[in-house]
């Protein structure tokens, strides 16, 4: 908050959060192992902190926690579970905050996008995005490809 009087809110993460969770994750990923208490644990933390940083695009790195937090049976990291673990860590250490500027006065940038399932066999997953921008008039849409539903719904937002 200490650029408020200029028209910027900066929301991120503390860097000392960040820091927390990388080395929780990296001793994760050394040790092997996972138990149900520290997923749980992990994901709350990685929840929170995706929060700040706009996101849905760790939503399949939690999901693959929360599995792990209802799992008492086994406390072995799976390779998948290590590999989305290292994606957090890349994906925690360069995030940056969001920067509102306040005193902006342009309209703005809408974006409307949206993925579906076609089939009742989950063959045929389409997105598609339109962006429109009032201050130039100017109208940017893309047609999607066959995908995976989950990534088709968070593809639009990366694109």
């Known amino acids: 908050m200490n650029k408020c009087r200029q028209g910027i809110i900066e929301v991120g993460n503390k860097p000392s959060r ?8 990296k001793d994760v990923i050394a040790s092997k192992r996972l138990p149900a208490s520290l ?17 849905r695009l760790g939503q399949l790195a939690i999901q693959a926690l929360s599995s ?8 072995v990291l799976s390779d998948d579970i290590c590999d989305d673990l290292q994606w957090v860590i890349a994906r925690l250490s360069s995030a940056k905050p969001l920067v509102i500027h306040c005193f902006d006065t342009r309209p703005p940038v809408l974006i409307f996008s949206d993925a579906a399932c076609e089939c009742s066999d989950f063959d045929v997953v389409t997105f598609g ?7 130039d008039a ?17 593809y639009p937002v990366v694109w």
């Open 18 to 25: 960040l820091a927390n969770i990388v080395q929780m994750t």
């Open 129 to 135: 995005a339109i962006l429109f921008d009032k201050t």
């Open 138 to 154: 100017t109208i940017e849409y893309f047609p999607g490809i066959r995908q995976v539903i989950g990534q088709a719904e968070i």
């Open 68 to 75: 792990r937090a209802h799992n008492f049976s086994s406390c």
């Open 39 to 55: 997923a749980a644990k992990l994901k709350g933390k990685l929840v929170y902190t995706e929060s700040h940083i706009m996101g």
